[in-house]
């Protein structure tokens, strides 16, 4: 190595060396709050994977509802001092992300199912108005099939032209 590179090393490494030295040597002066409690962890993690399931099952609503109560149990951890503030802010920035990405995907099975809706709908008034052309083309071929009705004579025709029959000539 020559005297100018080992001069660059030294420049660089020795601040790096003498800043680790010195945020290791205060970490042992005071003993910090843990992120996240291990207790607290434990339970969260508990509800991150039932929501996971309830998403993997295309249960978003119940998902929605699992993430409302993992959301309140981190607040509650967070107030009993088992979460930090900055673990806090992190975990809610990501419970965020999650709840508009299941909210997004009710509003698509909402809209499937109002299309579905729709869609049954019609097809079943297709086959209403395809049955009510079936009926109407049977009964238009019965009217053709039967035989024509007898004409019947008018009334007051007998058919004599006028003459009335009885016994009124001498009838006795």
Known sequence: MSVHSNWRWRAVAGPLLAGALLAGSLSGCAEPAPDLDSAAAGQLQSQVH??????????S???????????YGLDAAAAEGKVSF???QSIKTSLDAVRADLTARVAQQ???AA?????????QAEAAAAQAAAD???ADQAARAAPAPAPV????NSGENGKAKGKAKGGG
């Open 136 to 138: 109407q083309a049977a």
């Open 61 to 71: 609503a119940g998902a929605l509802k699992l993430l409302d109560e993992l959301g």
């Open 115 to 123: 299309e579905a809706a729709k869609a049954a709908a019609a097809v």
């Open 153 to 156: 004579p008018a009334p007051g």
């Open 110 to 112: 909402q809209a499937a």
């Open 50 to 59: 039932a929501v996971t399931e309830a998403a993997a099952t295309e249960d």
């Open 86 to 88: 900055k673990r806090h």
